[in-house]
């Protein structure tokens, strides 16, 4: 039985991770990759689809952490008669995936259960599974088309009713290690499972890479945690950042709302590598450019919103209906349909996030600029057309306010790199398009009856998305036009305090049923907030979303302040990305 969201937390090796449960259970794995089909799919039905447990037989407090500045989570377990430690971690492997469960006794005597149900194929597929021998140790084996996992440990569960399940007991100073490695099933057994004392070593690493974070943002333990996530969910070889590594975690449990995020959006990864050079960090940052140079490259006819890890572009959206999925909702998907659509925003923020890299680099590549142009160029043959905005709109498609916002974004950053870096484009054209888009951004997307922009020109609501137009600079944050829009979602889309994308009555997005407050949209109404001067404010609604993240700093999608749950994808690249800008936002209001 899947849990409720904010209990689970996130290890991963910056390929793949799991969601590790405060019950000591493993209910969501995809391996190799974020976007390959899961091997325990739980977390979207129930045990039998797949999960790996660890946990005490009898009652139990527990308490978890990440050690350090790492991503190895900690789980302690005490019960009447003893405690014990459950260690988690996802060493970097080459050809292959670990996942490593160590068990510790800390006083006293725990009788534990072990619990080992593996189904391929997201929950569809029960393997082939048999005990082996591996350089004279014992192992179990499941295969299943493309995929073999090997099980192996000082104690191995036995079957049953097509799972493998065991009860033993850890007393003070016992130490055990079980680990869970993927291979292609053709590939040879030689040297399963770690190899070496990879707790440690991330644990230096971790420390190594939070040093270079900024110290001076607040709440700047969950910012640096945030930083964490965000790279952990950066494939450390492609460079591709996905927005969460789970899907058809439901903005609406019980309704349609379900979708897969375990992709790379441009203006996710995009905003990502803003915040990650604001806090200090850059090496993501070249090495997510590159990932966009070859995702991107040819026609920009062709450019999408969002590829897969590796940069492929097909992302077919279809249902699992041999999966109930989180809480009854469904369907479950996998794949996106939002691959095909047009989002006229994108190009402004990776114009954006790339001068992020040239500002923090010092230097403009060349290839990079020579994609920004060619990005640049087509869009001024298309700016005026409807698009399915930000929120991937799935009703008519519009002149989104904040897309044609970005499109700005977008010819003003063209401009910045030619009078900034002497790099070479017609930039006497991009000045005039960049005044053009601005007057009718200003002129159509503002209703001056009601003091405030709006969703689409010609709306008579708002949208949260338009509170990030001082941050892109196209109006200043204390101008009375914005002013006036602040005012406006705080009437039209706060509910409990927290602020909604959109209202969902309004029929916009073409789906039946409602959501929650986004998370994001709550740290840019902070920002916003910050920005307009009004800073006692901006940290009273900053504090209140931070503090909604769970035990080890995580963040979902959206959360549901009646119900006391997190909603949707989780963890959130998007809702970690605004916390971190929300942060900077803050301390650069409290300098001026």
């Given amino acids: 039985m899947a849990l409720p969201i904010a209990e689970y937390a996130l290890v991963g090796d910056r390929r793949s991770g799991a969601l590790v449960g405060r019950n000591g259970s493993v209910d969501w794995l995809c391996l190799p990759r974020f976007d390959s089909p899961a091997c325990f799919a739980g977390l979207l039905g129930g045990d039998e689809h797949g999960h790996w447990q660890l946990c005490p037989v009898d009652d139990y407090d527990v308490r978890r952490r990440y050690l350090g500045e790492s991503t190895v989570l900690e789980t302690t377990f005490t019960t009447a008669t003893g405690e014990v430690t459950i260690t988690d971690s996802m060493p970097r492997g080459d050809g292959r995936a670990d996942l490593v469960r160590r068990v510790a006794g800390v006083h006293g005597t725990v009788r534990l259960r072990h619990e080992w149900t593996v189904r391929l194929d997201y929950g569809a597929v029960v393997p082939w599974v048999r005990r082996e021998t591996v350089r004279d140790e014992p192992v179990i084996t499941a295969i299943g088309g493309p995929d073999r996992l090997v099980l192996r440990g000082p104690r191995l569960p036995g079957a049953e009713d097509r799972r493998h399940v065991d009860e033993f007991e850890v007393t003070a100073g016992d130490e055990m290690e079980f680990s869970t490695t ?77 979708w897969d995020y375990r992709f790379c959006w441009l203006r996710d990864a995009a905003l990502t590598i803003g915040a990650l050079v604001r806090a200090g960090q850059v090496a993501e940052a070249q090495l997510w450019r590159s990932w966009l140079l070859r995702a991107v490259a040819g026609d920009p006819d062709d450019l999408q919103i969002v590829y897969a890890v590796d940069g492929g572009r097909r992302l077919t959206e279809v249902s699992l209906p041999h999966l109930p999925g989180y809480a009854g909702s469904t369907p479950v998907r996998i794949g996106n349909g939002a691959a095909v659509q047009r989002q006229l925003d994108v190009v402004g923020e990776v114009m954006i996030g790339l ?238």
């Fill in 182 to 258: 993927w291979l292609p099933s053709w590939a040879p057994l030689d040297g399963v499972g770690p190899d070496a004392d990879f707790v440690s070593s991330s644990m230096r690493e971790g420390e190594r890479w939070s040093a270079r974070c900024r110290e001076d943002l607040p709440r700047a333990d969950l910012v640096r945690r945030s930083l964490l996530t965000l790279r952990l969910l950066t494939d450390e070889e492609t460079g591709g950042i996905v927005a969460a590594p789970t899907t058809s975690l439901p903005e609406d449990p019980g309704g349609e709302r379900n």
């Fill in 355 to 592: 001068e992020h890299t040239r500002r923090a680099t010092g230097a403009a590549d060349a290839d990079a600029w020579a994609l920004q142009r060619t990005l640049v160029e087509h869009l001024a043959t298309g700016w005026q057309d409807e698009d399915h905005g930000l929120w991937e709109i799935r009703g008519p498609q519009r002149r989104f306010t904040h897309s044609q916002a970005m499109v700005w974004a977008a010819f003003d950053r063209a401009v910045r790199a030619v009078e900034e870096f002497d790099l070479d484009g017609p930039v006497d054209e991009w000045r005039r398009l960049r005044d053009t888009v601005r007057a009718e951004v200003l002129e159509r997307g503002f209703d001056a009856r009601r003091n405030t922009f709006v969703q689409y020109y010609g709306a008579a609501h708002v949208d949260a998305a338009l509170l990030v137009l001082p941050s892109i600079g196209i109006v200043a944050g204390d101008d009375p036009r914005m002013l006036g829009t602040i005012d406006a979602v705080e009437r039209e889309l706060l509910r409990d305090g927290l602020v909604l994308r959109y209202r969902t009555g309004t029929g916009v997005d073409g789906l039946a049923g409602d959501e929650h407050p986004f998370l994001a949209c709550s740290f840019w109404l902070a920002s916003a907030y910050a920005r307009a001067g009004r800073l006692d404010d901006a940290t009273t609604l900053f504090d209140r979303v931070c503090d909604l993240a769970n035990d080890v700093g995580l963040l979902s999608e959206e959360y549901d302040a009646a119900g006391r749950r997190m909603i949707g994808n989780f963890p959130q690249a998007f809702s970690h990305l605004a916390l971190v800008h929300a942060a900077a936002d803050l301390a650069e209001a409290r300098d001026a």
